[in-house]
């Protein structure tokens, strides 16, 4: 990404690094979906235990668990990718 800047009428070339912000948003991404994990676990402890008849209980932890290893190898792939500035990994 390229930015241009203006002083005194000579026009300035400037770069940004926009692999910096793509490892904020990753690093600020892991703790949302660790504590979205806690959240979504929690609550269905909760509904597991206070609901006596739940016919997918099975089902339902079995799919947010996929979405949890889903979610962990994107965001280390991601970050892996990012460091090493190649985009072949995501």
């Known amino acids: 990404m390229a930015i241009f800047c203006i002083n005194a009428g000579v026009v300035n070339h400037i770069t940004m690094n926009t692999s910096l912000t ?3 948003l990753l690093y ?4 949302y979906f660790g504590l979205f ?28 668990m996929a979405v949890c290893v889903i ?4 965001v280390i792939l991601a970050r892996r990718g990012n460091l090493t500035e190649k985009s072949k990994h995501m």
């Open 28 to 31: 600020l991404n892991s703790y």
């Open 22 to 24: 793509f490892e904020v």
């Open 71 to 74: 979610e962990l190898f994107r």
């Open 37 to 64: 994990a806690v959240c979504e676990i929690g609550m269905n402890i909760v509904k597991y235990v206070n609901v006596s008849n739940l016919h997918h209980s099975t089902t339902d932890f079995g799919i947010l």
